[in-house]
């Protein structure tokens, strides 16, 4: 069965680059991973998806491995603000199902 | 335009009785999401629906948890006989589907917050 995994923590220092880290085995080419958090007290929200190579909007990036087994969600300066449980979500198209990862928290540091 | 809306905001209900949440999705976003969320907990999906069809139910607790959607819109997630462990927050979100490569950016709603006494 295919499995997301991802830290259940990590710590960064303001205005640093941070790499947030998911494993999806087993994922194909037609799968796209998604990538959303969730700020303290607040609902879930959006920040990127894709499906190869890398991608880009104004919120991070996304780095997925050319073997599609991991990817790297990247906020190029953290803020405060960053601080969030982040999810991974790969999106298995021929199966029709989406699989969690457990989401890290982020903790930033001024 | 108007976001996706949830009602009620709030439910308070016994345990063992029925409890009925409703998602309004963003109007046009064919695809419908339920999940969960218990204090301090991580979020937990549920069930999604493209269009009025629900192709993974697996992630529904148990078998007092179901949900439809009708005419593509509107979407109600039914508990049953409620447990005190029912007890969440319970977000509905909603997305435009492209048909070569599934979701796209999900809209949540503000929740509905049941407690089960």
């Known amino acids: 069965d295919a499995k997301t995994t991802q830290p259940n923590s990590m710590e960064s220092n303001e205005e640093e680059p941070v790499h947030l880290p998911c494993n999806h085995s087993?994922?194909?080419?037609?799968?796209?991973i998604h990538w959303y958090r969730q700020l303290p007290s607040q609902g879930p929200e959006y920040v990127i998806h894709?499906?190869?190579s890398n991608v880009n909007n104004r919120m991070a990036s996304l780095a997925i491995a050319e073997d599609r087994k991991s990817s790297t969600l990247i906020l190029h300066r953290a803020t405060l603000r960053d601080a969030a449980v982040y999810y991974c979500?790969?999106?298995?198209?021929?199966?029709?199902?989406?699989?969690f990862g457990s989401g890290t928290k982020l903790n930033v540091k001024p | 335009g108007a976001g996706v809306s949830q009602s009620p905001s709030n439910k308070v209900t016994e345990k063992g009785k029925d409890v009925e949440l409703r998602c309004d999705p963003i109007?046009?976003?064919?695809?419908l999401y339920w999940y969960r969320q218990s204090l301090g907990q991580g979020l937990e999906f549920l069930i999604y629906?493209?269009?009025?069809?629900?192709?993974?139910k697996s992630g529904l607790p148990s078998d007092r948890f179901s949900a439809e959607r009708t005419g593509g819109s509107v979407s109600t997630l039914t508990i049953q006989r409620t447990q005190q462990e029912d007890s969440a927050v319970y977000l509905c979100?909603?997305?435009?589907?492209?048909?070569?490569?599934?979701?796209?950016?999900?809209?949540f709603g503000p929740g509905t917050r049941l407690t089960v006494t």
């Open positions: 979100a909603s997305s435009l589907w492209e048909l070569a490569g599934g979701p796209n950016e999900q809209y």
């Open positions: 087993t994922i194909s080419g037609t799968d796209y």
């Open positions: 894709g499906l190869t």
């Open positions: 979500i790969p999106y298995l198209y021929n199966f029709n199902k989406f699989y």
């Open positions: 109007s046009g976003h064919t695809a």
């Open positions: 629906f493209q269009g009025n069809s629900a192709p993974d």
